[in-house]
């Protein structure tokens, strides 16, 4: 699966993949059905994606998953009922984060999510900066196992709806958890077993957009520029967002309401490079 997202002005964040085809895209910030119209020749085959030309002349973030034990994709029809769906590939370690998105058919309203820290009793929306919502219908209350996930009567479920996921482990590249915010510029230190590429963090229980790093946009700590997920905006950065990728982890420089006030925050964090001796032994890596 690839993500793609316009950095230097304006633009959607599309989701191509190599189960869905050539040409098929879905927007992470937008509901919408899968768009099959506007570009003609883009495509993702083994390693290699070919960007659309119908894209703008820009600068643009493009983030890969690979598809095996850390991550899969789904395609599956909905039918307003509660059922377990089961992977091709059983994960390495029960999933860390799960997104829906509507291809075709019945309609919904949002893109829902499962994050780990959030638990199945709750989901949050990729497209929104809602706080995470109790709703027992979307999961079924019903935790997601390394071979599958339970689905019930929801958005994502709908009879005559064509849907398609992307399930991510929580472990090997990718770490997903908690932490709470101490409105300090001596921020908390969140230990992920190595230094990642990428971390978006979102506050759970009010409206912040969701908050973006990379060390693709921005190169040298203290880092401070930011996306926001759920936007269209171009790269931003501001005097309180900063953060520190440290070799085990990201350390919490500043105080901004992004990722830093006293309040709670999931994060998900990719690309995480392991520590290691240069030998054999290694925090993260499998």
Do not use: C
Request: proline share 4%; charged share 15%; hydrophobic share 35%.
């Amino acid at each position: 699966m690839v993500r793609i997202k316009r950095t230097n002005t304006t633009g959607g964040w599309y989701v191509f993949d190599t189960v869905r085809g050539a040409n098929k895209f879905s927007y992470w910030d937008l509901y919408a059905t899968e768009d099959t119209s506007t570009f003609d020749d883009q495509n993702l085959t083994g390693t290699t994606f070919t960007i659309p030309s119908d894209m703008a002349s820009g600068t643009y973030l493009i983030e890969v998953f690979y598809v095996g034990v850390y991550f899969q994709i789904d395609l599956y029809n909905g039918n307003s009922a509660t059922r377990t769906l089961t992977y091709d590939t059983a994960l390495d370690t029960a999933p860390g984060m799960m997104v829906f998105f509507r291809r075709s058919g019945t309609a919904g309203s949002v893109n829902p999510a499962y994050h780990t820290s959030l638990g199945a009793t709750k989901t949050i929306y990729t497209d929104l900066p809602n706080p995470a919502a109790t709703i027992s219908t979307v999961f079924n209350n019903t935790e997601p196992t390394t071979s599958g996930y339970t689905l019930g009567n929801n958005e994502h479920n709908k009879t005559s709806g064509v849907y398609v996921s992307y399930h991510w482990a929580n472990s090997g590249p990718y770490s997903f958890g908690e932490y709470t915010g101490n409105n300090n510029v001596d921020g908390p230190m969140i230990n992920l077993g190595g230094s990642p590429k990428q971390m978006t963090v979102k506050a759970t229980a009010d409206t912040t957009s969701w908050f973006l790093q990379t060390t693709t946009v921005d190169t040298f700590n203290e880092m401070s520029s930011y996306l926001q997920p759920n936007a269209t905006d171009a790269v931003a950065s501001g005097a309180t967002t900063k953060v520190d990728y440290v070799s085990n982890g990201v350390k919490g420089r500043w105080t901004s309401a992004s990722l830093n006030a006293a309040a709670n925050y999931i994060y998900m964090a990719f690309g995480i490079q392991p520590l290691t001796d240069g030998a054999i032994n290694q925090g993260r890596a499998k």
